[in-house]
C-alpha cells in the first residue's frame, strides 16, 4: 500500500507546514488545531451521533455557521457526520506517522456543497472536502479544486469508472471511494425466482396483482415532477441518454441527444411500463419504498439506501441488475461515485495532496468507509475482501457493472428538471416521442 512512500513524502510537507506556521511542534499544532473548531460540548448538542469523535479532531457546523478553515496549522478536512465518523481512526493514524493534526469538520451534508464552493471562492474553506464526483463540473468551472495526480499503477486499483467520475477534461480531480447504483431489490418470498428480463418481471408482478397477494406490479421512485435519475435506465437501454459519450470519456456537453432515435426507444420503454402499470407518479420519495417493505409489491427498484428499512422490516429479499428487456434493449443505471476532494485554496496543498494519494487509497481506509455508508468500495482490493464476507455488496457492485457515472458537467444543472417532468408526463401517458423532442428544446434554451 505504499506506506514507506507516504511517509517519506508527508514528512517533507509536515516541514513545510511547521516551517509556515514558525517551526511549532506537532503537539503545538494539535493544540492549535482544537482552538479552530467548536468545543466538544457545542458538538454533542449540534449532533449526539458525533459523541464518539475526540474533541480536537471533530467540530459541527450547522447551516447558519461557517465550518472551520484551514489556517495551516493542521489537516482541515470537510465531511457529514457518517465520513467524518469513518475518518477518524485515520485521522489518528496518519498524525502517528507524520506529526501532522488533521482537524475534521462535520458539515452537514446537504450544506457542504455549496459552502464548500462559497469558501473556497472566498479564499477560505478546508484543505480537503469529502463528497460526490456529480460535483466536479461546477467545482472545476468555479476554481474550487486542484487536480489529484494518480500515478497509473494507483489509477489502476480502482474501479474504472469511478476514476472516470472524477475525471474532467482528461484530468483527475480526487480520489474515490465509494459506488452506487440502482439495482432490482427483490422480495424472495412473493417472487423466489430472478425475473430474467424486464417483461419477464412485469409478468410475474401482474400475477401477483391478479390474484390478490399484491397492490403494485413494482415500485420505482417517480413522482409527479418525475425524477430523470430513477428512468436513466430505461431511456439509455438502447443507446442513447442525454448527452453523447466521448471515446475518452465523460460527455459532449455542446450535444443534447433527448429526442434522438435511441433515447425516444428508451422512452417508449419508460411509456410500455406504465401501461402495464409498472409505473406511476403516486410513487415519489415518500412512499415507494415503504410499499415494498410492507409487502404491497414483490419488486422495488432503487438502491443501497433502501436496504436498512427493509433489513428492519424483516423482508427477505435479493439484489440482482435491474433486468433487460427482451428485445436488446440493456438497461444502464447511473453511478453515483463519492471520494475526496483537495481545495484549490489549501493552506496545505502538499499534505492534502498526499493524505487522498496515500491514506484514502489504503484498502483499510476505504473498508472504513464502507462499514459507514454500506456502499461499494472503490478501490478493488477493499470491495473484493468486502465482497467475500458480504454478500449484498457483492451484489452492489455487479449491478454497477456497466453503469455510467452521472454527468460531472456543469451543463447537467439544466437537465434534472426538464427531463424528470418529461419521464412523468410520459407515464401519465403523454406520446413519448413528442415530449422527448419538447424536453430536448427546454434543455437546448436553458444551455
Known amino acids: 500500500m505504499k506506506r514507506t512512500?507516504?511517509?517519506?513524502?508527508i514528512t517533507s510537507a509536515a516541514a513545510l507546514l511547521l516551517s509556515a506556521c514558525g517551526g511549532e511542534s506537532a503537539?503545538?499544532?494539535?493544540?492549535?488545531?482544537?482552538?479552530?473548531?467548536?468545543?466538544?460540548?457545542?458538538?454533542a448538542a449540534a449532533d449526539d451521533s458525533d459523541d464518539a469523535m475526540s474533541d480536537d479532531a471533530a467540530a459541527t457546523s450547522d447551516a447558519g455557521d461557517a465550518p472551520a478553515a484551514s489556517d495551516g496549522t493542521s489537516l482541515v478536512i470537510w465531511a457529514d457526520d457518517l465520513r467524518a465518523a469513518a475518518l477518524e481512526d485515520v485521522a489518528t493514524t496518519f498524525e502517528e506517522e507524520t506529526g501532522v493534526p488533521v482537524t475534521i469538520q462535520v458539515v452537514a451534508n446537504e450544506n457542504l456543497r455549496e459552502q464548500f464552493k462559497d469558501s473556497v471562492g472566498a479564499g477560505a474553506g478546508p484543505d480537503i472536502a469529502v463528497g460526490a464526483h456529480d460535483w466536479l463540473g461546477e467545482l472545476v468551472q468555479n476554481n474550487v479544486v486542484a487536480p489529484v495526480q494518480l500515478p497509473a499503477d494507483l489509477s489502476e486499483q480502482f474501479t474504472p469508472e469511478s476514476i472516470e467520475a472524477f475525471t474532467y477534461e482528461g484530468q483527475t480531480y480526487g480520489v474515490p471511494y465509494s459506488v452506487e447504483s440502482l439495482a432490482l431489490i427483490r422480495n424472495t418470498e412473493l417472487a423466489p425466482d430472478e425475473p430474467a428480463s424486464m417483461e419477464e418481471l412485469v409478468r410475474a408482478g401482474a400475477q401477483l396483482v391478479?390474484?390478490?397477494e399484491t397492490e403494485l406490479v413494482m415500485a420505482q421512485q417517480l413522482g409527479q415532477e418525475g425524477d430523470a435519475y430513477n428512468m436513466y435506465p430505461y431511456l439509455a437501454a438502447y443507446g442513447g441518454g442525454i448527452f453523447p459519450l466521448l471515446?475518452?470519456?465523460g460527455f459532449d456537453s455542446t450535444e443534447v441527444i433527448l429526442d434522438s432515435p435511441e433515447t425516444i426507444q428508451g422512452a417508449e420503454k419508460i411509456a410500455w411500463l406504465a401501461e402495464q402499470e409498472a409505473l406511476t407518479v403516486d410513487l415519489d420519495g415518500s412512499n415507494t419504498i415503504p410499499q415494498f417493505i410492507e409487502g404491497n409489491t414483490p419488486f422495488l427498484i432503487s438502491g443501497p439506501w433502501a436496504i436498512e428499512q427493509t433489513t428492519e422490516a424483516g423482508i427477505d429479499y435479493a439484489i440482482t441488475s435491474i433486468p433487460d428487456f427482451d428485445?436488446?434493449?440493456?438497461?444502464?443505471?447511473?453511478?453515483?461515485?463519492?471520494?475526496f476532494y483537495v481545495s484549490a485554496e489549501s493552506q496545505n496543498p502538499q499534505i492534502a495532496q498526499t493524505f487522498v494519494q496515500e491514506y484514502v487509497s489504503r484498502a483499510d481506509v476505504q473498508i472504513s468507509l464502507y462499514e459507514a455508508g454500506d456502499r461499494p468500495p472503490a478501490l478493488?482490493?477493499?470491495?473484493?475482501q468486502v465482497a467475500q464476507d458480504?454478500?449484498?455488496?457483492e451484489a452492489w457492485g455487479l449491478a454497477a457493472e456497466g453503469g455510467t457515472p452521472m454527468p460531472n458537467i456543469p451543463q447537467m444543472n439544466a437537465v434534472w428538471g426538464p427531463l424528470g417532468k418529461a419521464t412523468a408526463d410520459i407515464v401519465s401517458g403523454q406520446d413519448?416521442?413528442?415530449?422527448?423532442?419538447?424536453?430536448?428544446?427546454?434543455v437546448e434554451s436553458a444551455l
Open 5 to 9: 512512500t507516504g511517509v517519506v513524502a
Open 27 to 43: 503537539d503545538d499544532d494539535t493544540a492549535d488545531a482544537g482552538s479552530n473548531v467548536d468545543s466538544a460540548e457545542e458538538t
Open 210 to 212: 391478479t390474484d390478490g
Open 247 to 249: 471515446e475518452e470519456g
Open 327 to 339: 428485445d436488446g434493449g440493456d438497461t444502464t443505471p447511473f453511478l453515483g461515485v463519492n471520494g
Open 380 to 384: 478493488i482490493e477493499a470491495y473484493d
Open 390 to 393: 458480504n454478500a449484498d455488496i
Open 432 to 442: 413519448a416521442a413528442e415530449r422527448m423532442g419538447t424536453a430536448q428544446s427546454e
